[in-house]
C-alpha cells in the first residue's frame, strides 16, 4: 500500500494524452480546457507584458490559474475497475510563464508552477455505508482515505513552426511534499519528478 500510493501520487505509471484549447475573450485575457484519458481541466490566462500580436517579436509574460481532476495512473485504474472502489486526484494550480517570440517561427519559454493536489482514495465504497462514516472506516483500513501534496515546480520548453502550427517540448521539474497514515503508520509521500512533454498547436 505504502509503495502504491507513492506511485499513484507521485508518478502515475501511464502516459497522459490531452486535447486543448485556449479562446481570447478580452485584450489580454483567455480562458481554456484540458480534455483527456480520466483528466479535465480549466483555465484562466492573463498576459501581464509584451506583444499580444503573434506576427511582433518580443518578451512576454502570462499568469495562469486552473483547476482540474485526473485518475491515479494504474493504481487508480485497479481500484476502480478491478474494485470497485474510488481513486481521484482534484488540482489547483497557478503558473507564471515568460518566454520570448522570434516573428512567426519560434517560442522559448521558462516559468514556475505551484500546485494544491487533493486526493481521495476509497478501496471498498460500501463501507461507508455499512460503518455510517469516514472516521470508521479509517480506522478499519489504518490507511488516510483523503489527503493534500503541495508542488512547487518550473518548467522549460520551446516550440518551432511557421503562423499557425508549431511542433514543441518541455520539460516539467515538480518537488512534492506531502504525508499519509499507510497501514497505521505515518508515511512521508514527498518526492523529485521529471515530466517530459511533446505537443502540436495551433493558432489563429
Do not use: K, L, T
Given at each position: 500500500m505504502d509503495a502504491a500510493l507513492r506511485l499513484a501520487l507521485l508518478a502515475p505509471l501511464s502516459s497522459r494524452t490531452e486535447l486543448?484549447?485556449?479562446?481570447?475573450?478580452?485584450?489580454?485575457?483567455?480562458?481554456?480546457g484540458r480534455l483527456g484519458?480520466?483528466?479535465?481541466?480549466?483555465?484562466?490566462?492573463w498576459q501581464i507584458f509584451g506583444p499580444r500580436d503573434r506576427a511582433v517579436a518580443g518578451w512576454a509574460g502570462t499568469m495562469v490559474v486552473g483547476v482540474g481532476t485526473r485518475s491515479l495512473g494504474a493504481f487508480g485504474n485497479v481500484i476502480e475497475r478491478v474494485l470497485r472502489g474510488d481513486a481521484s486526484i482534484t488540482e489547483y494550480q497557478a503558473a507564471f510563464v515568460t518566454g520570448r517570440q522570434w516573428a512567426e517561427v519560434g517560442h522559448a519559454y521558462v516559468g514556475m508552477r505551484y500546485t494544491l493536489s487533493r486526493w481521495r482514495l476509497s478501496v471498498i465504497p460500501n463501507l461507508p455505508i455499512l460503518y455510517e462514516d469516514g472516521e470508521r472506516v479509517e480506522a478499519l483500513l489504518g490507511t488516510d482515505t483523503r489527503g493534500v501534496t503541495h508542488t512547487p515546480g518550473a518548467v522549460l520548453g520551446g516550440a518551432l513552426g511557421f503562423r499557425y502550427v508549431f511542433v514543441g517540448a518541455e520539460l516539467n521539474v515538480l518537488v512534492t511534499s506531502g504525508g499519509a497514515r499507510v497501514l497505521s503508520r505515518q508515511r512521508d509521500l514527498s518526492g523529485v519528478g521529471l515530466m517530459p512533454a511533446a505537443y502540436v498547436f495551433t493558432q489563429f
Open positions: 486543448s484549447g485556449r479562446y481570447g475573450f478580452a485584450r489580454g485575457f483567455d480562458v481554456g484519458v480520466g483528466s479535465r481541466a480549466i483555465e484562466a490566462g
